[in-house]
């Protein structure tokens, strides 16, 4: 049961405000967390041989650690290894294993991975730099770990209208982000003492971000948001041509400048960043090109500023620059071989004053191995005293982080539905994965987010659990659902249990329109009822009434996937065509159905109830995809649904 609490007033705003903060807002375990949180300084240190391969084996004996050319004792260290990724032709499973997201998420996930952070910076130029940019992002989401979450950002609204992707491992939404329209830094012709010459862009001055404050303000929000979590490997590649760390000597520029960079080199420290730039403009000689007069030195100089502002973060955390390449994007499959093992080392951080701004240089060497290459970061701000933080509604809290909280371990499904009305409601079924078997209460916070990660509605909820006997270890409530426009939205939700528990469970969904062509699929909801034994007769409970975010089976269960078809009109059904096809993770076909659309009952709104039997019982343990197709002429839609049977 659950019953609403309305959300008015300050609380809205509250909710909204920590909504719109959120958006970029030992070897073969779990990155080691080291005691001390700020107070240490913790080095990812990579180690190559001459080939650039990680060299491993090493001892916290083996390494210098020297902070403005003094040695510093090693407080703590480990050596990581992350699992290595599959691909094509590493694996031996079939390319859906990698490429198709589960459809129902948890927040209970391996912590051996990384977060990786693409930050498509507005100085991408257009034309052929734009066509590399996207190769760029997507070289890295090919090369993503089983394990790693990555993200889209784009820094200001001019660059594809601010449109982001928060962390996942769905790598077809990561795509679809890249793939976006995008809009980038237009150089048009200007005279010039030296003649008529490609423009530089005016870096500072752009309408859409001036003084040229938002990447730096862009990495600021990305490094605030990733610091609470020390159990993962940062990665962000910065996609761009320029980053603006300075100006000319009394420009009103100047100090927002120095206050915006000073902001961003303190974030990435704390957070333990390592950034990556990648120039996308190509091989630049500097030399006239067809549509200039020949380059005059001024230019020549700004080139080479810009290529210098572009290493200066990498330089700082370890990264690399990347530019001057016609193919860049080759460079990021190496990029993450040479970071699949490395040496995470911890010494204490030098404490200062409030207003110290001093900068610790670091630099780390391996005893006696010259021929080795070693990269960490290259320095550290020192500690100042710190706000206690203000006191926080605990469900609140639970939504507010980069990644969500796991001490309750929660699932959601979020499931498109067609009314008859033509509106899209979104249902929302909560798992709570749990060994409390007695009733509870539990305290629920919705909050949804557009894909500008703009606040779009908040909303709490009580729900009561009832009791689970012996053959239960989770229960699932229904949600009220989300009344929402088309478009693509982030749902996070946050729960607080009874002993004061706390968890949450980010997801994606996507709600399509019913105008968009002639025929349209929902979401697909997954019923499972224990099977009759014997000769009992089976009696099929309504659509609804007993849905699940289960998608591990046995041949003890009977599985049922509904799904909703919208065919326009008659016309457009009398062409429908409805497929149904599983296969297993060898892409062997377990089953391969149509089904009449005859047979099916359409309201005066063109929409019918398609159940489909999961012949669970005939199917050997294993992985599958359920594909769900409906086609209509030229248009088609599908649904994936893995799952698993054991």
């Not at 190509?282 to 001024?298: I, M, V, Y």
């Not at 995470?344 to 951080?349: H, K, M, Q």
């Not at 296969?583 to 009449?596: F, G, K, M, N, Y």
Request: hydrophobic share 40%; aromatic share 4%.
């Amino acid at each position: 049961m659950i019953r609403r609490r309305p959300v008015v007033g300050s609380a809205v705003s509250a909710v909204a405000i920590v909504l719109l903060g959120l958006v970029l807002h030992a070897q073969q375990g779990p990155r080691p967390t080291f005691r001390g949180g700020t107070d240490l300084v913790q080095l990812d240190v990579v180690v190559l041989d001459k080939d650039r391969h990680p060299v491993t084996g090493l001892t916290a004996e083996d390494f210098v650690v020297l902070e403005d050319g003094k040695p510093r004792a090693i407080q703590a260290f480990a050596p990581v290894t992350l699992p290595s990724p599959e691909t094509a032709t590493t694996s031996t499973r079939a390319a859906w294993t990698r490429t198709i997201a589960d459809d129902v998420v948890t927040n209970q996930r391996a912590e051996e991975g990384r977060l990786v952070v693409i930050l498509m910076d507005r100085t991408i130029p257009m034309e052929g730099p734009t066509t590399t940019a996207r190769a760029i992002a997507k070289g890295a989401i090919d090369a993503l770990g089983p394990n790693d979450l990555a993200a889209i950002v784009r820094d200001t609204g001019f660059a594809n209208d601010g449109a982001q992707q928060d962390f996942t491992a769905d790598r077809q939404r990561l795509y679809a982000s890249i793939d976006r329209p995008f809009v980038g830094l237009v150089n048009p012709p200007q005279m010039t003492p030296d003649g008529l010459m490609r423009g530089t862009p005016e870096f500072l001055e752009s309408g859409d971000c001036l003084c040229g404050l938002c990447a730096l303000e862009s990495l600021t929000r990305v490094a605030t948001a990733m610091t609470a979590d020390t159990r993962r490997q940062k990665v962000l590649f910065f996609i761009g041509s320029n980053i603006i760390f300075q100006s000319q000597p009394g420009d009103p520029c100047a100090l927002h400048l120095k206050i915006a960079r000073d902001r961003a080199f303190k974030a990435i420290d704390r957070a333990d960043i390592t950034l990556h730039s990648i120039d996308p403009s190509g091989l630049e000689t500097l030399q006239p090109g067809a549509d200039a007069f020949p380059a005059s030195s001024r230019a020549r100089g700004s080139a080479l500023e810009r290529q210098g502002n572009l290493a200066v973060l990498p330089d700082f955390t370890g990264g690399r620059t990347v530019l001057n390449m016609n193919d860049p994007q080759t460079v990021v499959p190496a990029i993450f071989q040479e970071t699949q093992s490395y040496y995470l080392i911890a010494i204490p951080r030098t404490e200062g004053a409030r207003d110290d701004d001093q900068r610790r240089n670091i630099r780390v060497r391996v005893n006696g191995r010259d021929d080795l290459i070693v990269r960490a970061r290259t320095g550290y701000y020192a500690a100042t005293p710190e706000d206690a933080p203000a006191p926080r509604d605990p469900v609140e809290a639970s939504v507010d982080g980069v990644l969500p909280r796991t001490d309750l371990p929660l699932r959601i499904a979020l499931t498109p539905h067609f009314r008859s009305d033509g509106r899209v409601d979104v249902n929302v079924l909560l798992g709570i994965d749990s060994e409390n078997r007695d009733a509870s209460t539990l305290n629920v916070l919705v909050g949804v987010l557009d894909e500008k990660a703009k606040p779009i509605t908040t909303g709490r909820h009580t729900v009561e659990l009832p009791a689970i006997d012996l053959m239960q270890t989770r229960a699932d409530a229904r949600l009220p659902p989300l009344d929402l426009k088309p478009g693509h939205y982030e749902v996070r939700v946050g729960v607080e249990r009874g002993d004061g528990t706390t968890g949450s469970v980010y997801g994606d969904v996507d709600v399509p329109s019913l105008d968009d062509g002639p025929v349209a699929l929902s979401g697909v909801t997954i019923q499972a009822l224990p099977r009759p034994a014997g000769d009992m007769p089976l009696i099929m409970a309504p659509l609804q009434t007993m849905p699940t975010v289960r998608r591990t089976f046995s041949a003890d269960d009977l599985i049922t996937a509904f799904v909703q078809v919208r065919a326009k009109d008659e016309k457009v059904r009398a062409a429908l065509t409805l497929h149904a096809r599983i296969v297993d993770d060898q892409d062997r076909v377990a089953l391969d159905t149509s089904i009449d659309p005859a047979g099916l009952t359409f309201d005066d709104a063109g929409i019918a109830n398609v159940p489909i039997v999961v012949p669970v019982e005939t199917l050997a343990m294993g992985k599958y995809l359920l594909t769900i197709e409906a086609t209509a002429g030229d248009r088609a839609q599908h649904r994936d649904v893995p799952f698993e049977v054991r």
